[in-house]
């Protein structure tokens, strides 16, 4: 078990351009969330997933943004036409259906709109 | 809703001095709590949550914290710290029903020697 993994760790884009992150989840974790986080902030919650179906979404998620976890199992987040204000760390974290209470967290994508 | 408050932004402290942070939080049904560690650069670690029973909950690293239903806190203590300890700690609820965590705005711990 090598815990959430999220790639990339950073990325820097151009205003404009479209994004896509990827959250690798603790195998047999069915439920997957994203959260964003920015400067001296606590982490949004944006989404979340169990198995392939998304059950929630934050009216932060604006429709730039989408979510997919076609399989049950990785999930990717992609942001479409990049702000600057969308410049964050996004955080993936799972937890297992009958311990939701206990969700792992990646180390997180810093991106960077410039 | 549920809300958290963090009510310091940062705590300077001495090694090997106790330490409380605070946490308060609103809400009109029943939550679960946590607090989350997070080092530079890093995702989030828990440190202890508070699901139901003892209101005395032991987490990792030498960290306790009290749940006070009636004072609606949840604070984080811990009797001794090391600068090891010098990181941003999180306050969080959750409804039981979910999962998605509400977190404070965080409190920046600084240990110095």
């Known amino acids: 078990d090598t815990g959430v993994s999220q790639d990339p760790r950073h990325k820097i884009t151009k205003r404009g351009q479209n994004v896509t992150f990827r959250c690798d989840p603790i195998?047999?974790?069915?439920?997957l969330y994203w959260y964003r986080q920015t400067l001296g902030q606590g982490p949004e919650f944006l989404t979340y997933?169990?198995?392939?179906?998304?059950?929630?979404k934050s009216r932060l998620l604006s429709d730039r943004f989408s979510a997919e976890r076609p399989k049950g199992s990785f999930s990717t987040l992609e942001i479409q036409r990049t702000e600057q204000g969308d410049s964050a760390m996004y955080l993936c974290?799972?937890?297992?259906?009958?311990?939701?209470?206990?969700?792992?967290f990646g180390q997180g994508t810093r991106l960077t709109v410039v | 809703a549920q809300s958290v408050t963090q009510l310091d932004s940062q705590v300077p402290v001495f090694e090997e001095a106790p330490v409380e942070l605070r946490c308060n939080y609103s809400?009109?049904?029943?939550?679960?709590l946590f607090w989350y560690v997070q080092y530079p650069n890093q995702g989030l670690q828990l440190l202890l949550k508070?699901?139901?029973?003892?209101?005395l909950v032991k987490g990792i690293n030498g960290f306790e914290a009290e749940f006070n239903k009636s004072q609606t806190s949840f604070h984080l203590r811990k009797p001794s710290v090391h600068i090891s300890d010098t990181a941003e700690y999180f306050c969080?609820?959750?409804?039981?029903?979910?999962?998605?965590?509400?977190f404070g705005k965080g409190t920046k711990l600084s240990v110095k020697p």
């Open positions: 508070y699901l139901s029973g003892s209101t």
């Open positions: 195998s047999e974790h069915n439920r």
């Open positions: 809400s009109s049904v029943s939550v679960y």
């Open positions: 974290a799972s937890s297992h259906r009958d311990r939701a209470s206990e969700a792992f």
């Open positions: 997933f169990q198995n392939e179906a998304q059950l929630e």
């Open positions: 969080a609820v959750c409804r039981p029903s979910q999962g998605n965590l509400i």
